[in-house]
């Protein structure tokens, strides 16, 4: 391999592992928002529409986490927002007794 291919090569790897990276902020971030929102939604609306907002928000990640690959960090963090996103569920569940 001349110097030229592996320096292509080198920058071709740097950047996936840049586009990777900023793929998984942008997941973490639009989960994050979510999850606010349902917060939010308590307070303004009824307590089974942000239990309805939070399952639409788990299904993709559980669909992550049962046909990921474990050893991916993507699948590490959607099974990591699944437990978040339930015991979110179970405490807005407990609070308004539902």
């Not at 320096?7 to 740097?14: E, F, G, Q």
């Amino acid at each position: 391999m001349s110097k030229r291919e592996e320096l292509l090569a080198r920058h071709a790897h740097r950047l996936q592992q840049m586009l990777v990276g900023h793929q998984q902020e942008i997941t973490d971030l639009i989960a994050a928002q979510q999850l606010e929102l349902a917060e939010l939604m308590i307070h303004e609306d009824d307590p089974q529409r942000a239990l309805d907002v939070l399952n639409i928000v788990k299904a993709p990640l559980q669909y992550e986490v049962k046909n990921g690959n474990p050893q991916l960090a993507d699948t590490q963090d959607a099974k990591c927002l699944v437990h978040v996103i339930d015991r979110t569920m179970e405490h807005i569940t407990k609070k308004y007794r539902m």
